[in-house]
Nanobody
Framework: QVQLQESGPGLVKPSQTLSLTCTVSGGSITTNYYYWNWIRQPPGKGLEWMGAIAYSGSIYISPTLKSRTAIARDTSKNQFFLQLSSVTPEDTAVYYC?????????????WGQGTQVTVSS
């Protein structure tokens, strides 16, 4: 059974870059035909899909976040990464990584537990 675990700082200052890692165990991030997604949920709001990296290495990013978001992976460590630059308090959210069959919001078959990120000075 695949397991995902998010890690990264819980507090980021405004204008800085948020960096998160998702470590995957029990399955390879290069396995056909899975997509490895980043999703967030601001307080009191719904889920927002941020982007994904496919089994092939192709990267997909939400148009609303494209200018500030980067996604990458390290297949040797079975990890994938999120960077969100120029953060503001509106980027405060619980950030999740999840495995699915598409790059987008769906009924993912595996989720990380989520990590709270607060943007504050």
């Amino acid at each position: 059974q695949v397991q995902l675990q998010e890690s990264g700082p819980g507090l980021v200052k405004p204008s800085q870059t948020l960096s998160l890692t998702c470590t995957v165990s029990g399955g390879s991030i290069t396995t056909n035909y899975y997509y490895w997604n980043w999703i967030r949920q601001p307080p009191g709001k719904g889920l927002e899909w941020m982007g994904a990296i496919a089994y092939s290495g192709s990267i997909y990013i939400s148009p609303t976040l494209k200018s500030r978001t980067a996604i990458a992976r390290d297949t040797s460590k079975n990890q994938f990464f999120l960077q969100l630059s120029s953060v503001t308090p509106e980027d405060t959210a619980v950030y999740y990584c999840a495995r699915g069959r598409v790059a987008g919001l769906e009924d993912y078959d595996s989720w990380g537990q989520g990590t709270q990120v607060t943007v504050s000075s």
